[in-house]
């Protein structure tokens, strides 16, 4: 069975700083999907970065990057230039890739994160 | 599209009550999933639907709940009877086989059993 652990349950940064989520799955699979949802206060879950496993570059968009360490099967999320609506919480989730076959979006606790000015 | 629709958005119930949540997933999506969230054990698959047909319930709490899917564009959840433990927020999300790994979440309903 697949997990997902994030063990930071609260973190704080100042606006305009850089900040780093950390994230571990553990599997047998060797084809899968990593990302991470972020959900403000509004409840609405957002995909903020997607990584297919098969890929070395580790996957960006604008602000957020993550650091993908396949061997070690962690997945962290930096977020730089943090604003104060990054303020969320954030979800590490997991899906194994079966060709086609959808399968179980598996999510971590969720990490707290609070922006502050 | 307006994306995926849940109701309601809030519901506040009693013990031992009926409770039945809806969703209405993208048009043209082939999967529904139902997610459950609390503090405690954060997001959870409850039950997802590929073409209407239940593929996987296995975490599905337990009798009190079910969920049907009897065309492409509705989804319910049924819990019967309700308990304050089933208090959580309740996410559909659906996807494309064709970009399958793209969940789209609705807004959720946050029940309350009192």
């Known amino acids: 069975a697949q997990t997902v652990t994030q063990s930071q349950p609260e973190m704080s940064v100042q606006e305009a700083e850089t900040v780093t989520l950390s994230c571990t799955y553990d599997?047998?699979?060797?084809?899968?999907?990593l990302f991470w949802y972020k959900q403000p206060p509004s409840r609405q879950m957002i995909l903020v970065i997607r990584?297919?496993?098969?890929?070395?570059q580790n996957a960006t968009e604008n602000r957020f990057s993550v650091n993908f360490q396949k061997a070690a099967k962690s997945f962290s999320l930096k977020i730089s230039d943090s604003q104060l609506g990054d303020t969320a919480m954030y979800f590490c989730a997991f899906m194994a890739n079966y060709g086609g076959a959808t399968n179980k979006l598996i999510f971590g606790t969720g990490t707290l994160l609070a922006v502050q000015p | 599209d307006a994306g995926v629709i849940q109701s309601p958005r809030h519901e506040v119930t009693e013990m031992g009550q009926e409770v039945t949540l809806r969703c209405k997933p993208i048009?043209?999506?082939?999967?529904l999933f139902w997610y459950r969230q609390t503090m405690m054990r954060g997001l959870e698959l409850l039950i997802y639907f590929n073409n209407n047909v239940p593929i996987d319930d296995s975490g599905m709490p337990e009798d009190r709940f079910s969920a049907k899917m009897p065309n492409a564009s509705f989804s319910t959840l049924k819990i019967q009877p309700s308990e304050p433990r089933d208090s959580a927020v309740y996410f559909c999300a659906s996807s494309f086989i064709l970009n399958n790994e793209k969940l789209f979440f609705g807004s959720g309903t946050q029940l309350s059993v009192l």
């Open positions: 048009s043209g999506h082939d999967y």
């Open positions: 990584q297919e496993a098969y890929k070395q």
């Open positions: 599997t047998s699979e060797s084809n899968y999907y």
